[in-house]
């Protein structure tokens, strides 16, 4: 087997690959500063928490219109961002943490979920039929995971300065600004719309994954906000090719297979990474010690 | 009439063959529809108040139950039509009717995994009666086991290795006629009276089943051995192929929780460009996407819907699943 066969070929012979390394590298760009600044906000399992807290808005959708992707995507994006509004809402305006509240809101969400799927009388399982899998990607999901890393990248240039410094230190921003609460509704509003977008077209796991591990890899790879971001990215794209190689060469499944290349990357970065990695730091102290 | 009707032989994008085959396939889905209407009249047998509560695990069994038993039964599915089989949860209502149901019908071979324990939070009196007791058990990734020759088919795949038994037993309409006589023979040791009733109407359903088996068999025997080969979603119609020596390859595993790998549908798109005899179906209560993504890829179109685990209304065609 040649080298072309093992990295090339199967993009060259198969659309399907080529539309699913297209849509990991635009979902990769609006969600990896994402992830980026999830975790520096310590929101890095909002995206588990969404999953679940978009179920009723699919089920609503379902049961107005059947088994029809876009209603059910709609709906899921209504309560997602009523979830994530609320409960920053709720964080701002009261002591309780913003983990605390998002967790309260997303279970109350996932029980009206599935009570209204029972209600419903029907046991097809929606979030199996609503989140997509990165081998069927079609000309409407490209679209919509392009769209959405457009509309991303385009917002979080304009509140970028903002934000940063709301991550850092709300205090300060509160004293010179008003729009912190604008930021970070805003910011949370990203949030819910990548990952929707990202399970309506790639499934859960992919899109958290690809969201949060290369986030958390970079860390040990970069200290400016910029360059996690840029290293993020690069790792999301990287793990989105080697994982689809391996699920096509060893015929592992495609989004766990992506996952746990990225995961690897993670396993590697935390052993070797230049900026605080295990291995780096116990080699840098024995130096300091001889 | 309905042959013409909904054979359609109007397919543009495929040679000949093609055209051969889904068209025999949908004069057959057609030919089984006029015999379900038949087979789904009223049954004047037993009339009067239901003797037996009947609670069936999804609603092909159901459907069964209520050919067998006719009036003098009142049957319950506890997976409603529609509803994929595989991501079913109980609600206290279905304990409830467990509770009291008289005869309580499952398939076995481990398609419900909850059944037994539900049935012992409920507390009922009847134990569950496997209906597919007696079969031959195909095992999971078995493929064109038996007397059935496979071996002009293209080569199997898949990856599937485990020797997990493959649960859908009741495509093969043998099978059927198995599951027919278990269920006879449940209501018969509840209710004495019935038994008759229940033994007459069971010889009926059973000489359809035998009926349209023999209709199918005829009409995949004219089918010329390479045009045998059809893709599904998930892998569920492992005993409808070795019944008739079809070829089923799946995108996806047994159940439909599993995720398809980049080979598997690299292989089908593979496949699909080089055999022009294969025909692609779709399934009810499931995305449809992955098999337009192959579909798109190969040029082909998706030939039908088929029903794996459930059907579509309350108290449809009972022999519309092989189609």
Known sequence: MTLHDLLIGPFAEFSFMRRALAGIVALSAGASPIGVLLMLRRMSLTGDAMAHAILPGAAAGFLVAGLDLLPMAAGGLVAGLVVALLSGLVSRATPLKEDASLASFYLISLALGVTLVSIGGSNVDLMHVLFGSVLAMDDQALVLIAGVATVSLVALAVIYRPLVIECVDPGFLATVSRLGPVVHLTFLGLVVLNLVAGYQALGTLLSVGLMMLPAAAARFWARSLGRLMLVAFAAAVISGFCGLLVSYHLGLPSGPAIVLVAGVGYGVSLALGPVDGVLTGLVRRRHRAA | ?323
């Open chain 2, 1 to 323: 009439m309905v042959r013409t009707k909904s054979g359609g032989g109007t397919r543009r994008d495929r040679g000949t063959g093609w055209r051969w085959t889904v068209g025999g396939l949908r004069a057959l889905v057609a030919v089984l529809g006029a015999v379900a209407i038949l087979a789904g009249r009223p049954d004047a047998a037993g009339a009067g108040e239901p003797v037996l509560k009947v609670v069936a695990s999804f609603s092909i069994i159901a459907d069964m139950a209520r050919q067998v038993g006719g009036a003098r039964v009142d049957v319950v599915s506890l997976v409603p039509a529609g509803s994929d089989a595989h991501v079913f949860r109980p609600s206290p209502a279905e304990a409830e009717a467990l509770r009291r149901a008289d005869v309580v019908l499952v398939n076995g071979l481990g398609f419900e995994g909850y059944m037994g324990r539900l049935v012992a939070a409920a507390g009922g009196r009847a134990s569950p009666v496997v209906v597919s007791e007696g079969v031959q058990v195909l095992l999971a990734g078995e493929r064109c086991a038996g007397a059935v020759p496979c071996d002009d088919a293209p080569a199997p795949f898949g990856t599937v290795v485990a020797k997990a038994t493959d649960p859908h037993a009741w495509q093969d309409p043998q099978n059927g006629v198995v599951y027919v006589g278990n269920i006879a023979r449940a209501f018969c040791e509840a209710d004495r009276a019935g038994c008759p009733d229940y033994k007459a109407a069971a010889a009926r359903y059973i000489g359809e089943i035998e009926a349209l088996d023999g209709e199918l068999r005829a009409a995949f025997a004219r089918l010329p051995a390479d045009r045998r080969t059809i893709v599904t979603s998930h892998d569920a119609f492992g005993y409808l192929g070795r019944a008739y020596g079809l070829h089923v390859l799946a995108a996806e595993g047994l159940g439909t929780e599993s995720e398809p790998t980049a080979q598997t549908v690299a292989r089908l798109v593979r496949l699909i460009r080089n055999h022009k005899g294969v025909a692609m179906f779709g399934e009810t209560a499931s995305d449809p996407r992955l098999m337009a993504a192959i579909a798109a890829e190969t040029g082909a179109t998706v030939g039908g819907v088929l029903h794996a685990d459930t059907l579509d209304a309350p108290g449809g065609p009972p022999t519309a699943i092989w189609r």
